[in-house]
């Protein structure tokens, strides 16, 4: 049998099901990663959906936190927003367009809801009873009332998120059980 080519001890039916769903999970398209703490903000479309956002400065590693995307930014969380051009400013608000957030956001840094930011300025958001149930977080182009979206929040990671945890977690749990030596 295959398992036992990988370790003789390897070959009880919890634990290649264990390795199966780890695989499955990790490997899975389903499986949303956690949002990096500082997000790149692309240059700016004059359209109604203005921004994307990504994961590095070169703008690549797409990441799909606004409205019907996979991502998700969860409140627990504080992020860094960095635009690194100098066309359609940018800036959040959970009040909509050129508002004056409440006091269920800080941001902080650069710009303000008036003037956006632009050109390697950057803003932080941190969540305060912010409520993803009922609260929008908004963000826009400060120069183009089209040019606005929301981004998608959530108070918990996304299921398949936990879904990987637990999947770490039984591997090594059969891995210590059966000592097992990598």
Do not use: W
């Not at 051009?85 to 409440?102: E, L």
Request: aromatic fraction near 14%; hydrophobic fraction near 35%.
């Amino acid at each position: 049998m295959f398992s036992h080519r990988l370790h003789p001890k390897f070959s009880s039916f919890f634990a290649r099901i264990t390795v199966v769903a780890f695989c499955y999970v990790a490997y899975s398209s389903t499986a949303t990663a956690l949002v990096p703490s500082t997000i790149y903000v692309s240059e700016g479309i004059y359209s109604t959906s203005p921004y994307s956002f990504f994961e590095n400065s070169d703008l690549t590693g797409d990441l799909y936190i606004t409205s019907g995307g996979a991502d998700t930014l969860l409140i627990s969380e504080t992020y860094t927003f960095v635009k690194n051009t100098s066309s359609h400013p940018f800036y959040i608000s959970d009040q909509g367009y050129r508002a004056t957030s409440s006091t269920k956001l800080t941001i902080s840094g650069d710009g303000s809801h008036t003037s956006g930011i632009v050109g390697g300025r950057s803003l932080t958001l941190s969540f305060n009873n912010f409520d993803p149930e009922s609260d929008t977080l908004s963000y826009y182009c400060s120069s183009h009332p089209i040019m606005v979206g929301a981004f998608n929040v959530s108070a918990v990671p996304e299921p398949s998120s936990y879904a990987a945890i637990f999947g770490l977690m039984a591997l090594s749990m059969v891995l210590t059980r059966r000592k097992i030596r990598v």
